[in-house]
């Protein structure tokens, strides 16, 4: 069965901290792996990776794939309040693009 | 450009009675999909359109739901004889293909209570 785990399931730093949010996948016929932030109710895309090693950065945040060992992180390096989110990652199951989600990391950045 | 709308923002109604909610993608997205995301957890997949039809209906939870898309753009999901259980938030999410590589865009989502 196609699943997506993520850790920790929430995280509390200050800010200026850097995090580093994990998601471990095991999907059958992988293609790709996203990442979304959740602030209110609509996940927004981050980033979307599809091969392994390739760093994806877009200002403070950045994402990479391993594909042998079948993860991902999020790095977000000098946090500020308006990280605090959830984290979602996910990836497509099947030809449909339908995504299988991980539970979510909860992000609480402090002042 | 315009994003996926959905409406109601939040419903609240009554266990047994009927609802439903639209989703109206962005234009010119063929992929159409339904989530269902409950507290403390990720959106869960509920259906699948491809233009008009329901290609992947694998998710829902039950024939008391239903969706449709017959014009292949609006959508709109029909839960009866709701249930406290299907309290949840229910997004909708668009793409101009099967999102095999390309992103889907989601909605602000119904939050749903069934009382």
């Known amino acids: 069965e196609d699943k997506v785990v993520q850790s920790p399931l929430s995280l509390v730093v200050h800010e200026g901290d850097t995090v580093t949010l994990n998601c471990s996948y095991e999907?059958?016929?992988?293609?790709?792996l996203l990442w979304y932030k959740q602030e209110k109710k609509a996940p927004t895309f981050l980033f979307m990776l599809?091969?392994?090693?390739i760093e994806k950065k877009s200002g403070r945040l950045s994402s990479i794939l391993d594909k042998k060992e079948l993860f991902s992180i999020l790095n977000i390096t000098a946090t500020q309040t308006g990280d605090s989110a959830i984290y979602l990652c996910?990836?497509?199951?099947?030809?449909?693009?339908?995504?299988?989600f991980g539970q979510g990391t909860t992000l609480q950045v402090k002042p | 450009g315009a994003g996926v709308s959905q409406t109601p923002s939040n419903k609240v109604t009554e266990k047994g009675k009927y609802v439903e909610l639209r989703c109206d993608p962005i234009?010119?997205?063929?992929?159409l999909y339904w989530y269902r995301q409950s507290l403390g957890q990720g959106p869960e997949f509920l259906i699948y359109?491809?233009?008009?039809?329901?290609?992947?209906d694998s998710g829902l939870p039950n024939d008391r739901f239903f969706a449709v898309r017959p014009e292949g753009s609006v959508s709109t999901l029909k839960i009866q004889r709701t249930e406290r259980g299907d309290s949840a938030v229910y997004l909708c999410?668009?793409?101009?293909?099967?999102?095999?590589?390309?992103?889907?865009?989601f909605g602000p989502g119904t939050r749903l209570t069934v009382l």
């Open positions: 999410a668009s793409s101009s293909d099967r999102a095999t590589y390309n992103e889907q865009f």
């Open positions: 999907v059958t016929n992988f293609r790709s």
């Open positions: 599809t091969s392994s090693g």
């Open positions: 996910a990836a497509p199951t099947s030809n449909t693009g339908k995504l299988i």
């Open positions: 234009s010119g997205h063929t992929a």
């Open positions: 359109f491809q233009g008009t039809g329901a290609a992947d």
